[in-house]
Nanobody, 122 residues
Framework: QVQLVESGGGLVQAGGSLRLSCVAS????????MVWYRQAPGKQREWVAG???????VYADSVKGRFTISGDNAKNAVWLQMNILKPEDTAVYYC????????????????WGQGTLVTVSS
């Protein structure tokens, strides 16, 4: 079984920074990529940033220039460095692993973490 665990959320003032971490555990052979999503109170979950196993990155317009996603294939980990945080960044942030393959040949289309809360005060 594959699991994702996020950490690093918390309370920060507007203009501050936080670094989120997500580590995948279990019997993992490979994965296509990892993605960060967020869900603000009363809103739908939205995509924030993603990184492929090859290192290509992509960002939502709302975070471009402020957030940086990075990853380590050997550690099955991904990080989200969030700078110049704004109150509208307040949300539960979720990590998502895409097409996770096990050595036995099983494929998980996607795996979700439990989320970590980020609160940005004005």
């Amino acid at each position: 079984q594959v699991q994702l665990v996020e950490s690093g959320g918390g309370l920060v003032q507007a203009g501050g920074s936080l670094r989120l971490s997500c580590v995948a555990s279990g019997n993992i052979f490979s994965m296509t990529g990892m993605v960060w999503y967020r869900q603000a109170p009363g809103k739908q979950r939205e995509w924030v940033a993603g990184i492929t196993s090859g290192g290509s990155t992509v960002y939502a317009d709302s975070v471009k220039g402020r957030f940086t996603i990075s990853g380590d294939n050997a550690k099955n980990a991904v990080w989200l460095q969030m700078n110049i945080l704004k109150p509208e960044d307040t949300a539960v942030y979720y990590c998502n692993a895409v097409r996770v393959q096990t050595p036995e040949g099983h494929t998980y289309v996607e795996v979700w973490g439990q989320g970590t809360l980020v609160t940005v005060s004005s």
